[in-house]
């Protein structure tokens, strides 16, 4: 009995590429072109939903303190003198900065001001001074225009740059 082994081909073929065949050091460069682009776009896009979120933040905050604020002077006939007597103080915004409450005991209006000089409150001021942790008296200030404000007593929650754009935020 003649009993060798014979190898015989594989129906299954590997084709190996030739030097013509793959990428080049062109395709690869637009290639990590298009991709840093697109990761710029998305870096730049979830920025910006990030800042959002937090003005929205912002607001949410001084709408939950006002009401809080209001509800005091409901029970006890006074605006409170602090924040800590509403169970807020030492509350920050979602930059890190405290929240700043005045009450205004002057019946002609507080502090800040519009632009044409005139008390945006006459009640309280509540307010956050914003990304740049900086403010100003009047809201049309470049250093007051990314606080976020309550405003006329109350019907306007925002930022200070928008403020007396639309219809109905100044009295």
């Given amino acids: ?41 998305g870096a730049f896009a979830y920025s910006n939903a990030i800042s959002k979120a937090r003005v929205v933040q912002a607001i949410s905050d001084l709408g939950a303190i006002s009401i809080a604020i209001e509800g005091h002077e409901y029970r ?53 001074p914003g990304e740049d942790g900086a403010t100003a008296s009047s809201l049309t200030s470049a250093t007051a225009e990314d606080d976020l404000v309550r405003a006329s007593n109350g019907k306007f929650l925002g930022l200070a740059s928008n403020y007396g754009k639309d219809s109905g935020n100044e009295d």
């Fill in 76 to 128: 006890y006939s006074d605006y409170p003198t602090s924040l800590a007597e509403v169970g807020f103080d030492g509350r920050k915004d979602p930059w890190g900065n405290l929240y700043i409450y005045v009450k205004v005991d002057n019946p002609t209006g507080g502090p800040r001001t519009d632009g044409g000089g005139n008390p945006i409150n006459t009640d309280f001021e509540l307010y956050s």
């Fill in 1 to 41: 009995m003649d009993t060798k082994l014979r190898l015989q081909p594989s129906p299954i073929s590997i084709p190996f590429p030739d030097s013509r065949s793959g990428y080049g050091v062109v395709e690869l460069a637009i290639i990590v072109t298009i991709l840093g682009v697109l990761s710029a776009a």
